[in-house]
């Protein structure tokens, strides 16, 4: 079982920046390809962007939506278990409940198996 919990969410100017986090408990948090989906007010849950498992010394790889593409950078720190969403040049458009996943690499919901509560970030043009 992995918990997973999101912060750093709130209200931004559009242009501003914010960084999301998102808290592992499962000891194999490691193992676990994360992914960052938002959900905006009556549209459906899209995919944001992920981060694979340590392949070698820590290497990872990214893959992103396009619509984030160059604004939005996924990290992660295996030693404290914490996925991070970096989020600049913020558009109102971006507004949404962001939600952190842990699982299977890929872009759709099915693909991960655990799920945070969601933090929302609201930005005012």
């Known amino acids: 079982q992995v918990q997973l919990v999101e912060s750093g969410g709130g209200l931004v100017q559009a242009g501003g920046s914010l960084r999301l986090s998102c808290a592992a408990s499962?000891?194999?948090?490691?193992?676990?390809?994360m992914a960052w989906f938002r959900q905006a007010p009556g549209k459906e849950r899209e995919f944001v962007g992920l981060?694979?498992?340590?392949?070698?010394?820590?290497?990872?790889?990214?893959y992103y939506s396009d619509f984030v593409k160059g604004r939005f950078t996924i990290s992660r720190d295996n030693a404290k278990k914490t996925v991070y969403l970096q989020m600049n040049s913020l558009k109102p458009e971006d507004t949404a409940i962001y939600y952190c996943a842990a699982g299977n690499w890929g872009t759709r919901i099915s693909d991960y198996r655990y799920w945070g509560q969601g933090t929302q970030v609201t930005v005012s043009s």
């Open positions: 499962a000891r194999t948090f490691s193992e676990e390809t």
């Open positions: 981060i694979s498992r340590s392949i070698s010394r820590s290497a990872t790889v990214t």
